[in-house]
Each structure stands twice: as C-alpha cells, then as structure tokens.
C-alpha cells in the first residue's frame, strides 16, 4: 500500500470577498496511497470541502501542486482536466444530489452518459447498465432498481449516490460528510459500505466532523489554521 496515488505539495487557496482575500488552504501538503482509506478532520470552515475538492480536481489551486499518479492535474487546458476528474474520481457529498424525476439506476447511469457521445452512448449502453447494476448490486440496492429517490430512506439514497461514484470506476472516491446528513445507525452502514469497498482495493479520502466517522479509516488528518495539524499528511 506504499505506491502514492494522489499527493498535493503546498496548496495554497483563498476566496475573494471584494476586496477582501479570505486565506483557506495555507501550504497543505498530503500524501494518499493507493488502496488507503483517508480521513479528513477539522472544525466548521477550516477547508476541508475546499482541499477535496482541490484533491478532485473540482477546484483549482491558488499555489502548489495535486499530482495523481505523478500527473500535475491541473497543468494544460482545463479540458484536460475534465478529462483526467472523469476517468479518475468518484464524489459523494452530503446530501446526496440525486437527480428526482429519474429512477436510482438512470441516476448511476448519468456519470456514464455524460462522459460519451450519443453514438458512444447507444453503443456501450447494455455495457453500462450491466456495470450499474453491478454497483447497486455492491452497495446492497437491487431490489430498488425503479425507485425514485423521493421512494428512499436517506441511507438508501446515499448508497444510489455511492453507486453512482463507483459506475466509472474511479480510482479515487471523494467522499464529503457522507453520513453528515444520516441517524447514527444509517451513517455506520454508509460506513459499512464504505469499508467493504475499501477492502476491495478502492482508495478513499472521506472528510467528516464525526470522530466515530474518521475511526474507520486508516489515517486521520486534521486541517487547522489552514494547514494539516496531525497525521503524516
Ligand atoms: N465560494 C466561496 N467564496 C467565499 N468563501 C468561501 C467559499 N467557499 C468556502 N468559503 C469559505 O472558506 C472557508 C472554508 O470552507 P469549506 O467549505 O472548505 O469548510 P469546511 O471545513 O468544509 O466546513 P464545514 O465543516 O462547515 O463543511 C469557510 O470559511 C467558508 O466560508
Ligand atoms: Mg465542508
């Protein structure tokens, strides 16, 4: 589990206010290897959100570096960036952001969608739909294949959003407050979930408030003053 496969060297970010510059990330540098499951710690606004999604590509660095696999992802156009978010990560949030009108396997099949052409998409079509079912399959949900999320729990939804995530097979998920919005017991079978996938070779970083949450990884860091406090990084 040694080999890095994802490592930010000095991320420097801060929000613009007007004239005011709000410092967030200030010289964040980690480390994550492959297979490890990573959790990210801090009080109410000290970055965490804002460092996943710099991890993921979802948000670009005032200064420093986010290299997967040694490729700095955000160096060229930002189509390549897309490219690369795409083919190598999976996001959770919080509070799911499950599309309503569509049922739980078009909405594990959209990631796919979007990432092909219309021709691509007829062709691969049956392809995907075998690798969403897989998933939910995973994630414990195939008996809810035509239900929409407004006809699931709040633990079931967040394992549609899982499933969804996994359909393009990230080698990286990004998981924020995943059980935030879930009752204890829910938020220890997300994590259940989470673990298993974990076992299964998949690498995670996990941002979360909930100590209980964070003990399931493998490694804890703690993002305080704009900089990781603890941990190796
Ligand atoms: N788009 C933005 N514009 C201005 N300030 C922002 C923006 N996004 C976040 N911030 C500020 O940056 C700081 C860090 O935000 P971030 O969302 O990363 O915190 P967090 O650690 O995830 O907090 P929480 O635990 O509440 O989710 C906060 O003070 C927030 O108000
Ligand atoms: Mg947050």
Redesign the pocket.
């Known amino acids: 589990m040694s080999d890095v496969i994802l490592q930010a060297a000095g991320v420097h970010k801060s929000?613009?206010?007007g004239r005011v510059s709000?410092p967030?990330?200030r010289g964040v540098s980690i480390s994550i290897a492959c297979g490890e499951f990573v959790a990210i710690m801090?009080?109410?606004?000290?970055?965490?959100?804002?460092?996943?999604?710099i991890l993921g590509a979802l948000d670009v660095p005032d200064r420093g570096t986010v290299r997967f696999e040694g490729q700095d992802l955000f160096a060229g156009p930002a189509s390549r960036r897309d490219v690369l978010r795409n083919a190598t990560f999976g996001f959770v949030f919080?509070f799911y952001h499950l599309l309503p009108e569509l049922d739980v396997l078009e909405n594990v099949l959209v990631p796919c969608m979007v990432r092909r052409s219309v021709a691509g998409w007829i062709r691969a079509r049956s392809e995907h739909r075998r690798d969403a079912c897989r998933v939910l399959e995973q994630v414990g949900l195939s008996h809810r294949l035509r239900h929409k999320p407004n006809e699931l729990s709040g633990g079931e939804r967040q394992r549609v959003a899982i499933a969804r995530a996994l359909a393009n097979r990230p080698r990286v998920l990004l998981a924020?407050?995943p059980t935030?919005n879930l009752d204890s017991a829910t938020g220890r079978e997300i994590m259940g979930v989470l673990g298993t996938l974990n076992r299964q070779g998949q690498t995670i970083a996990m941002?979360t408030?909930d100590p209980q949450v964070a003990a399931c990884a493998h490694r804890i860091v703690t993002?305080e003053d704009g900089r990781i406090k603890s941990g190796r990084g």
């Open positions: 929000y613009q206010l709000l967030v990330l801090g009080a109410s606004g000290s970055g965490k959100s804002t460092l996943l999604h919080q924020d407050e935030g941002v408030h993002l």
